[in-house]
């Protein structure tokens, strides 16, 4: 699959899931070597109490469910903001290759502006990272959330 763009649309009407339960509006989606859909989440922290309802997490759950596998090979997490630490570790441990994902998270991102978790040699994964898709709608969302907050 080379266009992200109808998984970054789907990613980004769950991230304004999100933002209706009052989270930070984030949607993932995870998407098989067909292209297919099989895991979505989107943030769910404050409506579980959960620290770890990130859309991310909550995607990953659902595509290993589906498969029947924690091991998710040849899939691909398109997230609407880079991950974070906790995500980034568990797309690892998921065997996610590849990561797209909308708006990059200055303050906090694990794959390639903060840190770069998903690259890093001593870990020895090569997960690819293609940023940028839907960018502009990502950050919007994510902008509007915050100004309606201060």
């Known amino acids: 699959m080379t266009n992200w763009d109808a998984a970054m649309d789907e990613a980004l009407a769950l991230a304004v899931r999100a933002s209706a339960v009052h989270d930070v509006p984030v949607g ?39 498969i029947g596998s924690w091991r ?29 994902l909308g708006a990059w998270d200055a303050k906090a991102g694990a794959t390639g502006s903060q840190w770069d978790v998903v690259r890093d040699a001593r870990i020895g994964s090569k997960v690819e990272v293609i940023a940028g898709v839907r960018a502009d709608a990502c950050a919007a969302l994510l902008r509007s959330f915050f100004e309606a907050r201060r």
Request: hydrophobic fraction near 45%; aromatic fraction near 2%.
């Open 28 to 66: 993932a989606v995870v998407v098989d070597t067909t292209g297919e859909v099989i895991g979505r989440g989107f943030n769910q922290r404050e409506a579980s109490h959960d620290p770890t309802a990130h859309a991310e997490v909550l995607a990953l759950r659902e595509a290993a469910e589906r």
């Open 72 to 100: 998710l090979d040849g899939c691909t997490l398109v997230v609407t903001l880079e991950p974070c630490l906790m995500c980034a570790g568990a797309a690892l441990q998921a065997r996610i290759p590849r990561i797209v």
